[in-house]
């Protein structure tokens, strides 16, 4: 074990990790490699983990030239010269970031920093990586010399396979993840999600910490944990990770006053001291029962956030921009919801579109109770949003994905359209909101992507259906009902018009059914949506409205 214990601090490293014997590793198949990262297999021993790391590491697929420890060995003295490594200023695009020092000794300390600056030197193209410092202290501590950590930390930043996400390396491509993550907060901790929602001024803000809570708050013997799965896995074991550091938070402060005026304070609070409330063990073990999404879903949940952000003008150079916005008061008005109730909804949608303003697009006090009107004013503005206000003064309506000119396409049939990421909600009396069924209950359908091992490139397994005829349509949308091997129709029942109605989830019933004259509605529970009633199961129309999505960073 001596070769590997150059930058540790013994007296603050687990001791459990020195006592164990030595094993080896010689299996080479993914699932089997997969279940012993998982379990912990070389956990216990810190010589076997240096081992393993180097092995996965030296597998990553790489750039034709890719520095390695001899760049190191020229650089580092013209680099980092004589001078005091603590007193080294860090490159800009870690951010600020914590420097982590994990159980290094005084000399490790020093390394980090080295390291870093001579990373910002043989890779010019990064812009934004707040993660690297941690990644190398990590793996300083299991690095025969510093030289060997730099060659690692390469091989992890030069990762050429397109279906292997490692480390974020730009503001585009760091900034999409965070509202990635966001949007599955949305869809796998409403209950965090509400009190984040209730408490922060800024969702995103908080959400923007994710990677900050594993690099950076995460105690040394958890870090390397998730790690270890990570070098297996991949990028959505962090997703993972994340998600339950945040179910955890949540149900240990729940109905507990906040610590201190920020959430964002006492989320981070909470992951580094999280050894008082949740072993290593069991953080993972709630990581791996969350039923996400497959890779190719959140792969392409990712790039439509990385497309918003450049149709925002967010290129791969920037350094951090703020882009997140709420609705604001002084110019939203309309005669059915309230801005607070507004901005309840906004915390729902997809946070790609969550970065734009509302926009009124109809109202039937304006423009008359007309479904002809009504697809005139909606049609070419994807996606929109439905609210009616009732006669009895309930208040209900649906997060809709897709353009309603979508309807044309079954001719004068009526058809269904849309997307998974479409919702119905009611505002009152009460509060609640019913997502696509498949969302809760993943068991109702096997996807058509692969399966959990090494994702084959995106462009092989995006659409598992037959190819779009509209050539700009090439790539399915997020959550397309093509994906899944549904059981039957009435699962993906999610919005149809013509000019007799419109209905809103279908099967054992409708979420909404509207008429020609947008006067009369029905709403009963239906298979889409798993729903109950909306409002009173048939109702009259006292004032509906569409709202659009106004991108308010291009003017």
């Given at each position: 074990?001596?070769e590997?214990?150059?930058?540790?601090?013994?007296?603050?490293?687990?001791?459990?990790?020195?006592?164990?014997?030595a094993?080896?590793?010689?299996?080479?198949?993914?699932?089997?490699?997969?279940?012993?990262?998982?379990?912990?297999?070389?956990?216990?021993?810190?010589?076997?983990?240096?081992?393993?790391y180097?092995?996965?590491?030296?597998?990553?697929?790489?750039?034709?030239?890719?520095?390695?420890?001899?760049?190191?060995?020229?650089?580092?003295?013209?680099?980092?010269?004589?001078?005091?490594?603590?007193?080294?200023?860090?490159?800009?695009?870690?951010?600020?970031?914590?420097?982590?020092?994990?159980?290094?000794?005084?000399?490790?300390?020093?390394?980090?920093?080295?390291?870093?600056?001579?990373?910002?030197?043989?890779?010019?193209?990064i812009?934004?990586?707040?993660?690297?410092?941690?990644?190398?202290?990590?793996?300083?501590?299991?690095?025969?010399?510093?030289?060997?950590?730099?060659?690692?930390?390469?091989?992890?930043?030069?990762?050429?396979?397109?279906?292997?996400?490692?480390?974020?390396?730009?503001?585009?491509?760091?900034?999409?993840?965070?509202?990635?993550?966001?949007?599955?907060?949305?869809?796998?901790?409403?209950?965090?999600?509400?009190?984040?929602?209730?408490?922060?001024?800024?969702?995103?803000?908080?959400?923007?910490?994710?990677?900050r809570?594993?690099?950076?708050?995460?105690?040394?013997?958890?870090?390397?944990?998730?790690?270890?799965?990570?070098?297996?896995?991949?990028?959505?074991?962090?997703?993972?990770?994340?998600?339950?550091?945040?179910?955890?938070?949540?149900?240990?402060?729940?109905?507990?006053?906040?610590?201190?005026?920020?959430?964002?304070?006492?989320?981070?609070?909470?992951?580094?001291?999280?050894a008082?409330?949740?072993?290593?063990?069991?953080?993972?073990?709630?990581?791996?029962?969350?039923r996400?999404?497959?890779?190719?879903?959140?792969?392409?949940?990712?790039?439509?956030?990385?497309?918003?952000?450049?149709?925002?003008?967010?290129?791969v150079?920037?350094?951090?921009?703020?882009?997140?916005?709420?609705?604001?008061?002084?110019?939203?008005?309309?005669?059915?919801?309230?801005?607070?109730?507004?901005?309840?909804?906004w915390?729902?949608?997809?946070?790609?579109?969550?970065?734009?303003?509302?926009?009124?697009?109809?109202?039937?006090?304006?423009?008359?109770?007309?479904?002809?009107?009504?697809?005139?004013?909606?049609?070419?503005?994807?996606?929109?949003?439905?609210l009616?206000?009732?006669?009895?003064?309930?208040?209900?309506?649906?997060?809709?994905?897709?353009?309603?000119?979508?309807?044309?396409?079954g001719?004068?049939?009526?058809?269904?359209?849309?997307?998974?990421?479409?919702?119905?909600?009611?505002?009152?009396?009460?509060?609640?909101r019913?997502?696509?069924?498949?969302?809760?209950?993943?068991?109702?359908?096997?996807?058509?992507?692969?399966?959990?091992?090494?994702?084959?490139?995106?462009?092989?397994?995006?659409?598992?259906?037959?190819?779009?005829?509209?050539?700009?349509?090439?790539?399915?949308?997020?959550?397309?009902?093509?994906?899944?091997?549904?059981?039957?129709?009435?699962?993906?029942?999610?919005?149809?018009?013509?000019?007799?109605?419109?209905?809103?989830?279908?099967?054992?019933?409708?979420?909404?059914?509207?008429?020609?004259?947008?006067?009369?509605?029905?709403?009963?529970?239906?298979?889409?949506?798993?729903?109950?009633?909306?409002?009173?199961?048939?109702?009259?129309?006292?004032?509906?409205e569409?709202?659009?999505?106004?991108?308010?960073m291009?003017?």
């Amino acid at each position: 074990m001596d070769e590997y214990n150059r930058f540790v601090d013994w007296d603050k490293m687990d001791i459990t990790v020195q006592s164990q014997d030595a094993k080896e590793l010689t299996c080479t198949e993914f699932q089997e490699l997969k279940q012993l990262a998982r379990q912990g297999y070389w956990a216990k021993n810190h010589s076997l983990r240096a081992k393993v790391y180097h092995k996965l590491i030296s597998n990553i697929p790489c750039r034709t030239v890719t520095p390695d420890a001899n760049v190191y060995r020229d650089i580092v003295v013209k680099i980092v010269g004589k001078r005091n490594s603590s007193s080294l200023p860090l490159p800009e695009f870690v951010d600020n970031s914590l420097v982590p020092t994990y159980c290094l000794n005084a000399e490790g300390i020093g390394a980090v920093r080295k390291i870093i600056l001579c990373i910002a030197n043989q890779f010019p193209d990064i812009s934004f990586c707040p993660a690297l410092p941690s990644v190398i202290a990590l793996l300083l501590h299991y690095s025969k010399d510093e030289a060997e950590c730099f060659e690692q930390v390469c091989r992890i930043l030069a990762c050429n396979d397109p279906s292997k996400r490692l480390i974020d390396q730009t503001f585009l491509a760091f900034e999409s993840s965070c509202m990635t993550f966001g949007d599955l907060v949305n869809k796998y901790c409403q209950a965090a999600h509400k009190l984040m929602v209730a408490v922060s001024e800024d969702v995103l803000e908080v959400y923007s910490d994710w990677q900050r809570w594993l690099f950076g708050e995460l105690p040394m013997v958890y870090v390397a944990r998730v790690f270890d799965v990570f070098l297996v896995e991949g990028y959505k074991v962090l997703y993972r990770v994340a998600l339950a550091l945040l179910k955890f938070f949540h149900k240990v402060r729940a109905g507990q006053p906040m610590e201190s005026d920020s959430i964002q304070q006492d989320i981070r609070a909470f992951v580094r001291d999280i050894a008082k409330s949740v072993s290593p063990e069991r953080l993972l073990e709630k990581a791996f029962a969350i039923r996400l999404f497959s890779r190719k879903e959140i792969q392409l949940l990712q790039m439509a956030n990385e497309k918003a952000l450049q149709q925002k003008g967010i290129t791969v150079k920037q350094k951090r921009q703020n882009v997140h916005l709420a609705v604001h008061a002084e110019n939203f008005k309309s005669e059915i919801v309230s801005v607070k109730e507004m901005r309840d909804i906004w915390s729902w949608i997809p946070e790609r579109f969550a970065l734009c303003q509302p926009l009124l697009l109809f109202t039937t006090l304006e423009h008359g109770c007309s479904l002809s009107r009504f697809y005139s004013h909606s049609e070419g503005h994807e996606p929109t949003l439905l609210l009616i206000k009732t006669t009895a003064k309930e208040v209900c309506g649906a997060y809709l994905s897709t353009d309603w000119s979508e309807r044309r396409r079954g001719g004068n049939k009526l058809s269904f359209f849309g997307t998974g990421e479409c919702f119905v909600f009611r505002l009152q009396p009460e509060v609640e909101r019913y997502e696509w069924v498949i969302i809760k209950h993943p068991e109702l359908a096997t996807t058509g992507s692969e399966p959990e091992n090494h994702a084959s490139p995106a462009s092989s397994t995006l659409s598992s259906g037959s190819v779009p005829s509209d050539p700009s349509d090439r790539l399915s949308p997020f959550l397309a009902a093509r994906h899944f091997n549904l059981p039957s129709k009435t699962a993906s029942m999610f919005m149809a018009g013509s000019s007799e109605c419109i209905i809103i989830g279908g099967g054992d019933g409708q979420a909404l059914y509207l008429d020609a004259d947008l006067n009369h509605g029905r709403t009963s529970h239906c298979d889409t949506f798993n729903n109950q009633p909306l409002c009173s199961e048939s109702f009259q129309i006292s004032v509906l409205e569409v709202w659009g999505f106004r991108d308010t960073m291009n003017g």
